[in-house]
């Protein structure tokens, strides 16, 4: 199978901000096992985020075709949504793992701050 072409060009951009600022990614030291880690930090006040929000939407689901996607909380909470369900996550509750082909969204828990 070919590999997916990327829509966008934003490779070497650290952070990386997207969805109008909503959400910035920036890249950290790889731990041992994985081969790359990074931060994201949603601002559901901004941007196109804000605009699903006030619309009672959420961010369309996505998938990786060839790498797992592991999900901790570090600050607040977290809905991610995976094979249909919807898994509110928070700091205590640890890691998430996700396995490619997977279609999953995450956002911030609705009714939280």
């Known amino acids: ?10 490779a070497g951009q650290d952070p990386l901000t997207k ?3 909503a959400i910035s990614v920036r890249d950290l030291p790889r ?7 990074f931060q994201g930090i949603m601002r559901p006040s901004r941007g196109i985020y804000a605009k699903l929000i006030a619309n009672g ?10 790498q797992w996607a592991f999900f ?3 600050h607040r909470n977290l809905t991610i949504e995976f094979n249909g369900r919807a898994i509110h996550w928070t700091p205590s509750d640890g890691e998430l793992a ?16």
């Open 57 to 66: 939407q959420k961010p369309p689901t996505h998938f990786h075709p060839s």
């Open 31 to 37: 731990p041992p096992d994985r081969l790359f880690e």
């Open 72 to 74: 901790r909380v570090l």
């Open 1 to 10: 199978m070919a590999p997916c072409k990327p829509r966008t060009f934003t």
């Open 19 to 21: 969805l109008d600022g």
């Open 98 to 113: 996700v396995p490619p082909y997977t279609h999953h969204v995450i956002y911030r828990t609705p009714g939280s701050r």
